[in-house]
C-alpha cells in the first residue's frame, strides 16, 4: 500500500491498529466500487462499528460524522455500506471473522493488560510489535480475502432538514426541535429531560 496514505490515516487515527487496516481495506473497495465522495459524485456511507476502522472509512472516502453522510448505526458489526447517490448503486462490505488472523493468546493478554495499563515497558513494545504486525497483516492481505461484498440498488437516505431551535425552558440554552421533550408542559432538552427523569 501507498506509504504516504497510510502515514496520513496512521496520524489521523492517532495509531496503526487492525482495526485500521480493516477500514483502509474496506475503505479501497468503496473507492474503487463506488467512488470518493466529491461535490458532484454524493456518496454516503453506513457503518455499524463507532471502532478504529471507521476513522479510515471518513479520511479516505470523505464520507463524515460533520458532512452528514456518515450514518452510525450502532449494531458492533464491522460491516461499512457506501451509497452513491446518482445512480444508487450500494455495496456492503462485511468483514470476514477470519479477516483479523490467526488467533495469538500472546497477543491477547498483552492486549488485555495493556488496556487495563497493568503492561510494563517490555509487554507494550512486544504487545505494539504484535499488534501492528497483525495490522500489516491485513494490509498485505488481497481485499477478496478480508471481506463478503454485497451489490444492491439501495435508497440513500434523504438529506438533513434544516429544523427550528428551540430554548430549552431549564437550562435556556437551544437545541434542534426534533431533540426537544416536553416535561410538565415545558420545552426541555435531552440532558435537562434526563436529569429530570432520574429524580
Ligand atoms: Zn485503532
Ligand atoms: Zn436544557
Known amino acids: 500500500m501507498h506509504t504516504e496514505l497510510l502515514n496520513q490515516v496512521q496520524s489521523f487515527h492517532g495509531h496503526l491498529c487492525p482495526g485500521l487496516a480493516i477500514g483502509i481495506q474496506a475503505a ?30 471518513q479520511f479516505m472516502t470523505g464520507c463524515t460524522f460533520g ?11 464491522n460491516a461499512f455500506t457506501f451509497i452513491r447517490r446518482d445512480d444508487e448503486k450500494a455495496i456492503r462490505i462485511l468483514t470476514r471473522p477470519a479477516a483479523w488472523g490467526e488467533p495469538d493468546a500472546e497477543h491477547r493478554e498483552l492486549f488485555a493488560k495493556f488496556r487495563k495499563r497493568l503492561a510494563n515497558a517490555a509487554e507494550k513494545a512486544r504487545f505494539q510489535e504484535l499488534h501492528v504486525g497483525r495490522a500489516m497483516r491485513i494490509l498485505e492481505a488481497a481485499p477478496a480475502e478480508l471481506f463478503d461484498v454485497e451489490v444492491m440498488t439501495l435508497k440513500p437516505p ?12 431549564e437550562c435556556g440554552e437551544t437545541a434542534m426541535e426534533t431533540r426537544i421533550r416536553i416535561f410538565r408542559e415545558r420545552w426541555i432538552c435531552i440532558p435537562c429531560f434526563e436529569k429530570f427523569e432520574v429524580r
Open 67 to 77: 458532512k452528514g453522510n456518515l450514518i452510525f448505526r450502532d449494531y458492533g458489526k
Open 28 to 57: 479501497k473497495i468503496a473507492l474503487r466500487d463506488i467512488g470518493a465522495h466529491s461535490a458532484d459524485e454524493e456518496v454516503v456511507a453506513i457503518v455499524e462499528t463507532d471502532m478504529c476502522a471507521v476513522d479510515a472509512v
Open 158 to 169: 434523504k438529506t438533513a432538514r434544516i429544523h427550528r431551535a428551540i430554548r430549552c425552558e
